[in-house]
Nanobody, 118 residues
């Protein structure tokens, strides 16, 4: 299973970005999908996640500003980021777990850079 992310870039503080992540390959079913972020020298941290039935979880820093959603028919997850702050600057990684053609899987995307200027 491969995850391909898109939508990162440079934005001014207060602006918005929408990240997308599509899963491809021998996907039988996907349980949870999520977005993580990482800055140099720090551990990767959860930003938001969503289960197959739509249950969402957000980091405190994301609540009220970010919205995660998914299109199960397209095996795609989205992260709408509003009111961006310079501290949101990081590489954002998509994550998914589920069942592929033969067994369970955990997959990561290649990462997409989000830079918020002050």
């Amino acid at each position: 299973v491969q995850l391909v992310e898109s939508g990162g870039g440079l934005v001014q503080a207060g602006g918005s970005l929408r990240l997308s992540c599509a899963a491809s390959g021998s996907v039988f079913s996907i349980n949870a999908m999520g977005w993580y972020r990482q800055v140099p020298g720090k551990q990767r941290e959860l930003v938001a996640s969503i289960t197959s039935d739509g249950t969402t979880t957000y980091a405190e820093s994301a609540k009220g500003r970010f919205t995660i959603s998914r299109d199960n028919a397209k095996n795609t997850v989205y992260l709408q980021m509003n009111s961006l702050k310079p501290e949101d600057t990081a590489v954002y990684y998509c994550n998914a777990n589920g069942i592929d053609g033969s067994s369970g899987f955990v997959a990561w995307g290649q990462g997409t850079q989000v830079t918020v200027s002050s």
